[in-house]
């Protein structure tokens, strides 16, 4: 390291503490560690820090990056756009990369899903999906106004809007917002690992979907929308649901006369293998969720795909007010778009999804020697969604307390070793972009496992 870049670095962090307020952060703890990670570059599977350290980008940038960083026809997609306009509104107006996505995405969507509402993050696609679903029940053609309400799992995660943390349920995000909340009914998670019932599976009625269909069956009639993180709960740590509930779950609604919503936010563009993760259980909801891979990573952009019978409820002359009154000042916004259609378009060419497949293997073959340490309970996932979760003592299940921030410790080790990545508490995420060849595969789990033990050796 120069002196000059020495030196911006510490500038650059000096401004940083004194002025950032940074996402779910003890700020505190931030300002004592080591200098942040100050990212400028990035390359392929790589981040690169100012001083010009290359990290491999575990976590594809907390989710979002798809095929990887300066993709060369995303990259040309946006300076193409920016050529044109930067932004105009849909308020009134249309705009040609808005409406050439929606046609792309209502095609590669699971059926039925014909129509499509933007807007710019995981959590307003979700906001968007609950009012609409409560807006539906009010003015469909036989008017159910007595659904208004959501059913979601424990553990859930939709996003950090006050209605989708009404949604939510873990604890340490959203039992402070308890009083601003809007109520919602529970079912339990399938989680085998720390079963609530102690149970195993099978047989269990929680894992066999049989427990959230008694529930769904029994409040139909107050039950606007059930909410479900489709195959994974990412954010709850990568928990993964058996085969056959997804599918159960759209059944109980398709008796039940409740709407399903699909948030895929997470598992969207092929994260959990196939383009949606809905398509595991050849499921089709009413309505889907999308944000964080649809630009590849590269600019804030959400849709909510909803059926035509959805869509039609909210037809009628404008003075009756059946519109549906939602919007943001940047909706449909055109470079988001364009680099979205770029993203998709990549899908098609290099067949991602098909060649996804074993690098898929690879990383699960890989992760097989994790299983081995003393500290990880549980290596879990799908796809390319991956969770390792750490135990203070395997045998007895003991978990670490959350003031040895152990996950923490497992990443800050990782850095040192070139891996950036992010854990969900003591569960290590893995989650590279697509571009990684299986030698870099290889080599992040080599620098997890080298990481666990570091990090976790004295306890
Ligand atoms: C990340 C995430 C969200 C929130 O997305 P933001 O873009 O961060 O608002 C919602 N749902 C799921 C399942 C997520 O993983």
Redesign the pocket.
């Known amino acids: 390291m120069s002196t000059d870049e020495a030196q911006r670095l510490r500038r650059l962090t000096h401004a940083d503490r004194k002025h950032l307020w940074h996402p779910f952060t003890p700020m505190d703890e931030w300002e004592r560690e080591d200098p942040p990670l100050v990212v400028e570059r990035g390359e392929g599977a790589y981040l690169i820090d100012v001083e010009g350290n290359r990290y491999l980008d575990g976590v594809s940038s907390l ?1 979002v990056n798809i095929h990887g960083h300066r993709k060369e026809e995303i990259d040309e997609a946006v300076r193409a756009q920016l050529g044109r306009i930067a932004h105009t509104t849909q308020l009134g107006m249309a705009n040609p990369a808005a409406i050439e996505l929606a046609e792309k995405l209502t095609r590669i969507a699971p059926a039925g899903l014909t129509r499509v509402f933007y807007s710019d ?4 696609a ?1 906001e968007i999906a609950l009012k609409m679903a409560f807006q539906y029940q009010k003015q469909r053609k036989d008017p159910k106004p007595e659904k208004d309400r959501f059913l979601t799992l424990n553990l859930a ?4 809007t006050v209605g ?1 943390v009404s949604l939510g349920g873990i604890d340490l995000f959203h039992h402070i917002f308890g009083p601003l909340l809007f109520q919602t009914m529970r079912a339990e998670t399938p989680y085998c690992f720390w079963c609530p019932r102690g149970a195993a599976h099978p047989p269990c009625s929680v894992c066999s979907g049989d427990e959230i269909t008694h529930h769904i069956a029994e409040n139909a009639p107050h039950l606007a929308a059930v909410v479900v ?1 489709p195959m994974v709960q ?2 709850a740590g990568m928990i993964v649901q058996p085969s056959g509930f997804l599918r159960k779950v759209r059944e109980a609604c398709a008796e039940h006369d409740v709407l399903l919503i699909a ?1 895929e ?2 598992t969207g563009f092929g994260r959990t293998g196939p383009m949606f993760a809905c398509e595991h259980e050849g499921v089709a909801p009413d309505i889907l ?1 999308l ?2 891979g649809i630009t590849g990573g590269y600019l804030p952009l ?1 849709a909510t795909l909803a059926t035509e019978e959805i869509f039609d409820a909210f037809r009628g002359p404008p003075e009756t007010g059946r519109a549906f009154f939602h919007g943001h000042s940047y909706t449909g916004n055109p470079l988001a778009c364009a680099a979205a259609l770029a993203n998709l378009e990549i899908f098609e060419r290099e067949d991602t999804i098909q060649n996804n497949q074993a690098k898929i293997t690879h990383l699960w073959s890989e992760l097989e020697r994790l299983k081995a340490s003393p500290r990880v309970g549980e290596v879990r996932g799908l796809g390319w969604m991956v969770g390792v979760e750490l135990l203070k003592e395997k045998a007895t299940k003991e978990p670490y307390t959350p003031a040895e921030r152990k996950g923490r410790a497992v990443t800050l080790a990782a850095r040192r070793r070139g891996l950036a990545v992010r854990p969900l508490g003591d569960v290590v995420v893995l989650m590279p972009p697509y571009c990684v060849t299986n030698e870099e595969i290889s080599r992040m789990v080599e620098v997890l496992e080298e990481s666990i033990r570091e990090a976790c050796a004295a306890d």
């Open positions: 989710w993050s995981g959590a307003t979700v995660y939709h996003g950090d989708a993180e990412g954010a948030d936010v997470a969720c944000a964080k959400a």
